[in-house]
């Protein structure tokens, strides 16, 4: 892990994205804090951990403690939005919201003003290398207007079935920055992969 690590730092990409998955929330475990504090120690690459738990409350400043920079957490698992975001604040660090597929977009607005991200699942959480839902673009391009309109500089982001083609597709779309796992993988070189992914920002600018 360490290797791959490096290796990604020598690509130029511009943070570590950190699924953490407790076999409840969704049907399968992954990474957990003793993990992103070994993590830590070896980089320091922004630490981006996505919390597809059931009580993202109860860990968030366990998280944070361990070394996360940001923190998102589902709006679809146990408690009360605004109280996670404002545990998250505490901590010093960003907060974002995530949406699954079969979430509306709009029920992102009454937090909207109060996070720094918003992230868009382009399929459903729990799994890699799953196909792109082409039809979540139109939540990114609703999150992109409705941010703009209220004049929040709100970063959307997008996790799921990312490729060259759904990666222009979503930066078209409105966002900010992608979520890339198992087409970054594959290829025998990621750099090439890094920088078509900024090159792209840079276009959007």
Same mark, same amino acid.
């Given at each position: 892990?360490?290797?791959?690590? *490096?290796?990604?730092?020598?690509?130029?990409?511009?943070?570590?994205?950190?699924?953490?998955?407790?076999?409840?929330?969704?049907? $399968?475990?992954?990474?957990?804090?003793?993990?992103?504090?070994?993590?830590?120690?070896?980089?320091?690459?922004?630490?981006?951990? *996505?919390?597809?738990?059931?009580?993202?409350?109860?860990?968030?400043?366990?998280? @944070?403690?361990?070394?996360?920079?940001?923190?998102?957490? *589902?709006?679809?698992?146990?408690?009360?939005?605004?109280?996670?975001?404002? @545990?998250? *604040?505490?901590?010093?660090?960003?907060?974002?919201? !995530?949406?699954?597929?079969?979430?509306?977009?709009? @029920? !992102?607005?009454?937090?909207?003003?109060?996070?720094?991200?918003?992230?868009?699942?382009?399929?459903?959480?729990?799994?890699?290398?799953?196909?792109?839902?082409?039809?979540?673009?139109?939540?990114?391009?609703?999150?992109?207007?409705?941010?703009?309109?209220?004049?929040?500089?709100?970063?959307?982001?997008?996790?799921?079935?990312?490729?060259?083609?759904?990666?222009?597709?979503?930066?078209?779309?409105? @966002?900010? $920055?992608?979520? !890339?796992?198992?087409?970054?993988?594959?290829?025998? $070189?990621?750099?090439?992969?890094?920088?078509?992914?900024?090159?792209?920002?840079?276009?959007?600018?």
């Amino acid at each position: 892990l360490e290797a791959v690590i *490096h290796m990604l730092e020598q690509s130029g990409t511009d943070m570590l994205h950190f699924d953490v998955m407790d076999g409840r929330f969704v049907n $399968n475990i992954s990474f957990g804090i003793p993990v992103l504090t070994a993590i830590r120690k070896k980089t320091d690459l922004f630490l981006d951990v *996505h919390l597809m738990i059931a009580d993202p409350l109860q860990y968030v400043a366990r998280f @944070a403690q361990a070394g996360a920079n940001g923190i998102t957490f *589902h709006l679809e698992s146990e408690g009360d939005p605004q109280k996670t975001i404002d @545990a998250i *604040h505490a901590c010093g660090i960003p907060a974002g919201i !995530v949406i699954k597929p079969m979430t509306p977009a709009e @029920a !992102v607005l009454p937090y909207l003003s109060s996070v720094e991200l918003v992230l868009v699942m382009t399929v459903e959480p729990g799994f890699g290398g799953q196909a792109f839902l082409w039809e979540m673009l139109e939540k990114v391009r609703f999150l992109r207007c409705t941010a703009k309109e209220q004049g929040l500089h709100t970063m959307i982001q997008v996790d799921g079935g990312i490729n060259a083609e759904t990666a222009l597709a979503a930066v078209d779309a409105g @966002a900010d $920055n992608l979520v !890339v796992g198992s087409y970054l993988f594959r290829q025998e $070189n990621p750099k090439i992969v890094i920088d078509f992914l900024h090159q792209l920002s840079e276009n959007q600018k």
